[in-house]
């Protein structure tokens, strides 16, 4: 069975999902052609690049190069679509008018991309714009192959958010299976006019088997409690409530504590001012990138991670995020909040605490009862290994999707 696996860039560092769900499919005998719109971090991923072949798999949907070039491209994919279906071209062109969220160029550039490689039997699209465009191409016949699309977080809060409820009105009409990674994200497609017999929830995972479960012992005398984030530093990943619940902490003058944030983005420089107003530069450290190894450093020598996501200002949010798994998975107790799909993971007083978005003073009170609580940090550990490993392991998951996508194709 063939499969036409469509993404945004691949492959890329930040979605480290997408290549467990490739290797996996993989791994089943899949046969797969992956059709991202741009490259990614192909460079910080080789090792898994040379196991798996990967550059043999790979097209890109042709929107690289200079503007002149894509322009005299997109000219050249519509005389020869013109030329070969005529009818269809004008029936794309129909649809793209009366539904202007549908991009035309990329319509023509995703077709141009599935007709240069072997035909597939399934389409299978991370996120929802990537779905959209595929079921175009089904609504008017220049396609006819299932359709399965993931939802993992922004493609169901900032693209409605940005273009409106009916967004994906093409997408469900000639769909097949909407994959969201969260039952929060379910409730929301069927609020949005998805039919709940097309959705099914699969969570993304991680591979429990390379994350050592490790029961944390209270901190030797004179040592900190050592608090972890791992996150793009970004509005919605919530850092700046997280700085100040750990001030508080310290204020209170009852434990030792350091805060390591590890990751990059565009608020770098705004939370490092932060940290130096609210006084916490002894505390509080911006680690910055690091690769896959020392992440996981950083997670074996943590007492406790924190997660305080929020909506961001946009109406971004998060899905349920992979690190999160790969915390508990190693016996870390968890604090985060009631954003989104989170709570399916962190479930309160069952594998961590949560407060409410934004609320610094819930924030404060988790973390000063997870270190006056050395047992209550072991008990939630264990239990957040057991969950993972119940729930949210990419091996049993992948066996699971492929069985749901062989359905779609025998169905």
């Known amino acids: 069975m063939r499969i036409a696996f469509f993404c945004t860039r691949f492959p890329c560092v930040s979605e480290t999902f997408v290549l467990s769900q490739l290797a996996g499919l993989l791994d089943q005998g899949f046969e797969i052609d992956v059709h991202a719109i741009q490259p990614g971090d192909g460079d910080v991923l080789q090792p898994i690049f040379r196991k798996y072949?990967?550059?043999?798999?790979?097209?890109?949907?042709?929107?690289t190069g200079s503007v002149i070039g894509r322009i005299l491209a997109t000219l050249w994919l519509i005389l020869c679509l013109g030329v070969v279906s005529p009818l269809k071209l004008l029936a794309l062109a129909r649809l793209v008018r009366t539904v202007p969220e549908i991009n035309f160029?990329?319509?023509?550039?995703?077709?141009k991309g599935l007709k240069s490689r072997p035909k597939a039997d399934l389409l299978y699209a991370h996120f929802g714009p990537n779905g959209q465009v595929a079921a175009t191409l089904k609504a008017v016949g220049l396609i006819d192959l299932p359709i399965v699309t993931v939802f993992h977080g922004f493609d169901v809060t900032l693209v409605i958010e940005e273009w409106g409820p009916r967004y994906y009105r093409v997408l469900f009409e000639h769909g097949d299976l909407m994959l969201p990674v969260s039952k929060e994200f379910k409730r929301r497609l069927v609020t949005l006019g998805c039919p709940a017999a097309k959705i099914v929830v699969h969570h993304m995972g991680v591979d429990i088997q390379t994350l050592t479960f490790k029961e944390r012992k209270d901190p030797k005398p004179g040592c900190p409690i050592k608090i972890l984030a791992i996150a793009r530093l970004v509005e919605k990943k919530g850092i700046a409530d997280g700085i100040s619940a750990v001030a508080n902490i310290a204020a209170m003058g009852k434990h030792a504590i350091v805060f390591d944030i590890v990751g990059d983005g565009?608020?770098?420089?705004?939370?490092?001012?932060?940290?130096?107003?609210?006084?916490c530069s002894n505390l509080v450290t911006l680690v910055g990138w690091k690769d896959q190894d020392?992440?996981?450093?950083?997670?074996?020598?943590?007492d406790i991670y924190l997660a305080p996501s929020v909506t961001a200002a946009n109406g971004d949010e998060e899905g349920i995020p992979v690190v999160?798994?790969?915390a508990a998975a190693t016996g870390l107790p968890l604090v985060s909040t009631r954003h989104s799909g989170i709570p399916e993971l962190v479930r309160d007083q069952e594998t961590g605490l949560l407060a409410n978005e934004h609320d610094v003073p819930g924030l404060t009170s988790a973390l000063e009862q997870l270190c006056a609580d050395g047992e209550l940090r072991r008990q939630l550990g264990r239990n957040g290994r057991n969950l993972v490993a119940r729930e949210f392991a990419i091996d049993s998951l992948n066996t699971k999707l492929g069985k749901l996508l062989q359905g779609q194709v025998l169905s």
């Open 53 to 63: 072949g990967l550059e043999r798999h790979i097209s890109y949907r042709g929107r």
């Open 105 to 111: 160029v990329a319509a023509l550039f995703t077709l």
């Open 266 to 279: 565009v608020l770098r420089e705004e939370l490092d001012a932060f940290i130096k107003k609210t006084e």
């Open 294 to 302: 020392a992440v996981q450093e950083f997670i074996e020598s943590a």
């Open 324 to 326: 999160l798994m790969e």
